[in-house]
């Protein structure tokens, strides 16, 4: 349905607030006229923006627009299998979870696909790129637990697509289903050669409240940082949630202030706390995400070393992990056991939401800390002994 402004002028509204805006980009980047830039907001996340003097009315990017729209009924979708998942040990120490996406992308790259998915930059913002080799597909490996910056993200999935591609995006289920959009509206065809991965996603925090706490821990340390781990579980296995920061004096951080902001969810885009993909159908070709409730259900599976879990949505979808399958261990499990919050409900908005970005905006990123994220300096300091005491155990 088209929608018209206030003052009656047939300019395009892509969202009346911004529960209604995913920042998925697929408006950016369907426009005919270059005419929409997506905009940081005071919390941080990207918006679009429309130069109304550029714009020829074709209302394009309010037709692409998948999370507005939700065209998408959920029950017209299919869950053909689901599957706790693990790639090789080796696999599975580079990833965050069982090492899936690694081996799904694999079996495009062997043959000669492409791959899309999300990375750290040199200033640890999280953005998409694309890989044509293992080299840099191995860069997207591990979760960051920010929102990605999509840029040109969607125009160059298109290009590969056009040029007869085979192409493997992955993503949140919002990035995921403005993508299949996207490329829909342009030619229906091309989406034949695009393997879709979405994420079981619980939400995404703000990329200017991961910039601040990026800087103040940088400033604590009186170092650049080199590297950030979210969810290291290299020392603190599958199931922790401490980020590692490695700085260039040779200084690093085991922190769990970033979780703790992540858990008390204040920091999340308004529109996961109206999320339309908060349940078991999916319109990518496979859902994967960590596969808890493993630990309840099959113990015996669980090393703490990560196993995924593996909604197979299309017949696309199952012919990829058929292929991917001599490099997995596969185990049919029951999706009733493993309902986590994620795939059962939208995220509720705090009450004291409001109250937080008032202090954010009026306070240093110590108050916050304080106040939001239990900080307090001796924590940090208890998961630099644990990690010391785990790596001379040599535990994995
Ligand atoms: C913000 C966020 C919230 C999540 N919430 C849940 C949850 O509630 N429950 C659950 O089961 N799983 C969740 N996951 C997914 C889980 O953490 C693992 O990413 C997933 O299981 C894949 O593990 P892997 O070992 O197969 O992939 P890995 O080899 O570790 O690869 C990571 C994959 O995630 C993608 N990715 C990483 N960061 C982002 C990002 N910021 N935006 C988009 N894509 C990204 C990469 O492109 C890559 O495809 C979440 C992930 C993110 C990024
Ligand atoms: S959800 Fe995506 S397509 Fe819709 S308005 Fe936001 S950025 Fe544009
Ligand atoms: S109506 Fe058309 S030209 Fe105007 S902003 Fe939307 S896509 Fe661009
Ligand atoms: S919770 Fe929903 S809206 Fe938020 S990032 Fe995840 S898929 Fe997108």
């Not at 879990?309 to 058929?322: E, H, P, R």
């Not at 009026?362 to 940090?380: Q, V």
């Amino acid at each position: 349905m088209l929608k018209e402004n206030e003052k009656g002028k047939n300019l395009p509204i892509l969202f009346e607030n911004k529960e209604n805006c995913a920042g998925c980009s697929a408006c950016y980047s369907i426009c005919p006229q270059k005419a929409i830039s997506m905009v940081e907001d005071e919390e941080g996340f990207l918006y679009p923006k429309i130069d109304h003097k550029k714009c020829i009315h074709c209302y394009k990017c309010q037709e692409v627009c998948e999370f507005s729209n939700q065209r998408k009924e959920s029950e017209n979708l299919s869950l053909i299998d689901i599957f706790a998942i693990k790639a090789s040990d080796e696999e599975r120490k580079k990833s965050q979870s069982g090492g899936l996406f690694a081996v799904l992308s694999d079996v495009i790259l062997e043959n000669g696909g492409v791959v899309y998915g999300c990375v750290f930059n040199e200033k640890f913002e999280a953005v998409h790129v694309r890989a044509d080799d293992r080299k840099n597909r191995d860069l997207m490996r591990k979760s960051k637990y920010v929102q990605s910056n999509k840029s040109d993200t969607f125009c160059g999935v298109l290009e590969d697509l056009k040029k007869g591609k085979k192409v493997l995006f992955t993503g949140t289920s919002c990035e995921v289903n403005g993508l299949i959009s996207f490329v829909e509206k342009n030619n229906k065809k091309l989406v034949e050669n695009l393997y879709s991965v979405d994420l079981i996603c619980h939400g995404v925090p703000s990329p200017l409240v991961w910039r601040d706490y990026l800087n103040w821990e940088q400033k604590k340390a009186k170092g650049k940082i080199k590297r950030v781990i979210c969810r290291n579980k290299t020392f603190f296995g599958w199931h922790s949630y401490v980020t590692t920061i490695k700085f260039s004096n040779f200084r690093s951080v085991e922190s769990v202030t970033f979780t703790n902001i992540f858990d008390n969810a204040c920091v999340f885009r308004p529109s996961c706390y109206n999320c339309p993909y908060k349940n078991i159908h999916h319109n990518s070709d496979i859902t994967i995400g960590d596969c808890w409730g493993i630990e309840k259900n099959i113990p015996s599976l669980d090393d703490n070393k990560g196993i995924s879990i593996a909604l197979v949505n299309s017949s696309k979808g199952s012919d990829l992990i058929n292929m991917a399958s001599k490099n997995l261990y596969m185990r049919h499990i029951e999706i009733k056991d493993y309902m986590q919050e994620p795939l059962r409900k939208a995220l509720k908005k705090p009450d004291f939401r409001e109250e937080f970005w008032s202090d954010y905006k009026n306070n240093d990123f110590l108050f916050i800390a304080r106040k939001y994220c239990k900080y307090r300096p001796l924590e940090d300091l208890k998961w630099k002994i644990k990690r010391y005491l785990r790596w001379n155990l040599r535990r994995y």
